[in-house]
């Protein structure tokens, strides 16, 4: 594939990214997630620049270059003189106005999905499996106590409220929608709190539901 070919370029250092770009979170992630990914849009366009750049440039690229340039300036000339569409606006409570709101609640939740699993990801380290224990210590456990039976027990979900920096929906890394109450909290588990609290995106934790 085009990108094994870049990967040598890229292991180099040889590639940079503004990292307070608006879109650096969403390219990274694609890049992240590649090939099992959703979207592979952006990955490819980086193969095809990285590939288009290695490559011998052609005689009178600098004429080429101007001209192209030009030809960009005559067509935003044009685009900027032509008539801009009017942008349609419904009746509040007609069948068109719903049919609008409900898409953009669907764009504002997909934006908060992604906005969860890109803290997520930041937030999690990776995680290593348990070291093997030597065949000799592989011995029967033996039965816990009563005490700890009943601590074991009693440890269920552990729940935490957290003070949100903006009101309206957060996706959580369990799946779930929550509505930020209108005194900015919101309650959640308390291992769907974890990358929120670690991302330093303005998220606070006042209690620990279960104490």
Same mark, same amino acid.
């Given at each position: 594939?085009r990108l094994h070919a870049q990967?040598? #370029?890229? $292991?180099?250092?040889?590639?940079?990214?503004?990292?307070?770009?608006?879109?650096?979170?969403?390219?990274?992630?694609?890049?992240?997630?590649?090939?099992?990914?959703?979207h592979d849009d952006q990955v490819? %366009? #980086?193969?095809?620049?990285?590939?288009?750049?290695?490559?011998?440039?052609?005689? +009178?690229?600098?004429?080429?270059? !101007?001209?192209?340039?030009?030809?960009?300036k005559v067509l935003a000339a044009?685009?900027?003189?032509?008539?801009?569409?009017?942008?349609?606006?419904?009746?509040?409570?007609?069948?068109?106005?719903?049919?609008? /709101?409900?898409?953009?609640?669907?764009?504002?939740?997909?934006?908060?999905?992604? $906005?969860?699993?890109?803290?997520? +990801?930041?937030?999690?380290?990776?995680? /290593?499996?348990?070291?093997?224990?030597?065949?000799?210590?592989?011995?029967?456990?033996?039965?816990?106590?009563? #005490?700890?039976?009943?601590?074991?027990?009693?440890?269920?979900?552990?729940?935490?409220?957290?003070? %949100?920096?903006?009101?309206? /929906?957060? !996706?959580?890394?369990?799946?779930?929608?929550?509505?930020?109450?209108?005194?900015? #909290?919101?309650?959640?588990?308390?291992?769907?709190?974890?990358?929120?609290?670690?991302?330093? %995106?303005?998220?606070?934790?006042?209690?620990?539901?279960?104490?």
């Amino acid at each position: 594939m085009r990108l094994h070919a870049q990967t040598a #370029t890229i $292991e180099a250092g040889r590639v940079h990214i503004l990292a307070d770009a608006p879109w650096v979170d969403d390219y990274l992630h694609e890049f992240l997630v590649f090939p099992n990914g959703k979207h592979d849009d952006q990955v490819d %366009s #980086t193969a095809q620049f990285l590939h288009w750049l290695s490559k011998p440039k052609m005689v +009178s690229e600098g004429a080429y270059e !101007y001209m192209r340039r030009e030809a960009e300036k005559v067509l935003a000339a044009q685009k900027a003189s032509a008539p801009q569409p009017v942008k349609q606006e419904y009746a509040m409570g007609s069948v068109e106005w719903e049919a609008e /709101q409900v898409r953009k609640e669907a764009e504002e939740a997909e934006a908060l999905r992604r $906005e969860a699993q890109t803290l997520a +990801s930041r937030a999690q380290p990776m995680r /290593q499996p348990p070291p093997r224990r030597p065949a000799e210590d592989c011995r029967p456990a033996l039965p816990p106590s009563s #005490t700890a039976s009943a601590m074991l027990q009693s440890n269920g979900p552990r729940y935490v409220r957290l003070k %949100s920096p903006r009101m309206g /929906q957060v !996706y959580t890394l369990s799946g779930k929608r929550l509505d930020i109450e209108p005194d900015m #909290t919101v309650q959640m588990l308390e291992e769907d709190a974890k990358p929120l609290l670690a991302s330093n %995106s303005g998220w606070e934790k006042l209690s620990d539901e279960n104490e």
